[in-house]
């Protein structure tokens, strides 16, 4: 990369234009590849950044950790590769930072059959992602999640996603229990301090019998409950929108996320890092 970097970055120019956001690089952590170049890489994406004078200075980073049984190398590595990624979030270059943890992947989807697994780890991710990036752009005739309130999530750091069916939704307290069990269970990477949070999203999209028929003070319960579980002073933004299935699901972005310990060191144990 330190050899071609100006043709990295011509690259960038040609594949991106000049009418962007911000970059997005994504990598895995274990590997050689991914994990020697995110960091130049995210230099490489702010400089033309900065040169088009895109919407944000700060570079996104999608980063994939290793499942443990993948070895001492590659785990080490990634616990080395998250370290730093991690400190360029704290001097806030990096922002949103995303963790694929498949560790945690394997332990919400324990029966998948090995061609399939890839395949789910990526789309449980960028499903969830693409879904916020597109209700941010939609309006509600209920209370909308606007751009500003994504741009407020994108730019706060770590962020990590989840998401949870409602099944009996016209129960007042399974909405809340829905919330609080999305961020303790169905989150898509473990070793993060959820009580660090400081902002987060929800957005509810259900069936149109169901928002017909659930009391506002139910879904007020709901994201009151995820208040409660972030950081004193949060700020969590809303969004309820029509979908065109007759069920209920809540999808949850938490950011403000302080440093994974508990995953640096789950990472360190099993790269047998002294």
Known sequence: FA???EDVLD???YSFGDNFDRVFVS???GGGTGAGTVV???HAARELQEAVKAGSKKVGVILALPKASEGRKVNANAFHCLNKVFELVEKGIVSPLVIVDNEKITQLYPNLVVSNFWQTANMSTAGLFNLFNLTASKDSSYSA???KDYETILNSGCIVFGASPVTDWKDHISISRAVRENLHNNLLSGGLDLSS?????AIVIGGKEQLDNIPQVSLDDAFDQLSR???PGNVVHRGIYVGDKPNLTIFTAVGGLSKPTEKL???KKLGDIK
């Not at 949070?197 to 999203?201: E, L, R």
């Open 265 to 267: 060191e789950e990472l």
């Open 197 to 201: 949070g400081t902002s987060a999203a």
């Open 229 to 231: 579980m972030l950081k």
């Open 145 to 147: 999640f606007d751009k």
């Open 11 to 13: 690259f960038m120019k």
């Open 27 to 29: 990598a895995g952590a």
């Open 3 to 5: 050899e071609r970097r």
């Open 40 to 42: 130049p890489l995210v």
